[in-house]
């Protein structure tokens, strides 16, 4: 199986809903040889929240020393972040991922217009292609301003919350966006992740299953430009979530002409084939 290279627990990430325990143990039911947990750090979070948004770079990684030890034998457990952006933050960023031997981190936006849309779903008054031509392009503009992560988290976040009867993101929203994000990604040497909780939620929305991955067309024009590196996450919060729809979504990974899953040990690539890995 695939490396999760997605996952929060409820000790640093806010929102997390499992003990690191309950995520290893679920790690190995699902036959998982590796996984990376990436806790949220989202630092100057423009909202009122009841826990902290950051956390301590020592108490996390002395916590997860603690785990790495408990981990069931054969189980690689890795150290993550999941970074949330904002433009004043890159500096404080790239110092931040020194400070702790990290393996893996993925840089997200989860602001639109400086708010999450998972709290105010205003953005969604706007043209669904205007929408997702301003989201695509700030991910562009923070992809060129930052060179201290391996992975773009969900780069479809905004479609999460929509409340359209189709709500799904296409190349045709916004091409030259796109081609522009991808470029960014592809000359910095960064992997687009494919979040399978992203695809999950489309589900549970009515979205038919063909058309929850994302867009073929999305997709082949990342290969198309040259990008070839992409990373498999299923951003679980649960201990159920683990590596949701991996096998399927990795079937598609292959139909749409992708080779490889990238995962990071010590910030260094490990490129794994999708086929002998089903
Ligand atoms: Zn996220
Ligand atoms: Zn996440």
């Not at 790690?27 to 950051?54: C, K, N, Q, W």
């Not at 992740?193 to 997709?219: H, M, W, Y």
């Amino acid at each position: 199986m695939i490396t999760d290279s997605h996952v929060h627990t409820l000790h640093f990430s806010g929102d997390g809903r499992m003990t690191a325990d309950e995520m290893m143990k679920a790690a190995v039911m699902r036959g998982l040889e590796s996984i990376v947990v990436t806790e949220h750090y989202d630092d100057d979070f423009p909202h009122d929240m009841e826990g902290p948004m950051i956390f301590d770079l020592d108490d996390y990684f002395s916590a997860f020393s603690g785990w790495s030890e408990s981990a069931p034998k054969g189980l690689d457990l890795r150290l993550g972040i999941e970074l949330g952006y904002q433009v004043h933050l890159p500096l404080r960023y790239a110092e931040l991922v020194t400070q702790i031997p990290f393996d893996s981190v993925i840089l997200s936006n989860h602001l639109f217009d400086g708010k999450d849309p998972y709290f105010f779903r205003e953005c969604y008054d706007k043209s669904k292609t205007s929408l997702h031509e301003e989201y695509i392009i700030s991910l562009a503009e923070m992809v060129e301003h930052s060179d201290y992560f391996d992975i773009l988290g969900h780069f479809d976040y905004i479609v999460r919350y929509s409340p359209l009867a189709d709500p799904v993101m296409r190349y045709r929203d916004c091409p030259e966006a796109f081609d522009r994000l991808f470029s960014a990604l592809i000359r910095g040497g960064k992997s687009l992740e494919i979040n399978t909780r992203t695809i999950q939620k489309l589900r549970r929305a009515g979205v038919c299953d063909t058309e929850s991955f994302p867009d073929p067309e999305i997709l082949k024009r990342y290969r198309e430009l040259g990008g070839y590196r992409i990373t498999l996450g299923s951003d679980a919060h649960e201990s159920g979530s683990i590596a949701s729809l991996f096998e399927e979504t990795t079937q598609y990974l292959i139909s749409v002409g992708f080779e490889y899953n990238s995962s990071f040990l010590r910030r260094k690539e490990i490129l794994t084939p999708l086929r002998t890995k089903l």
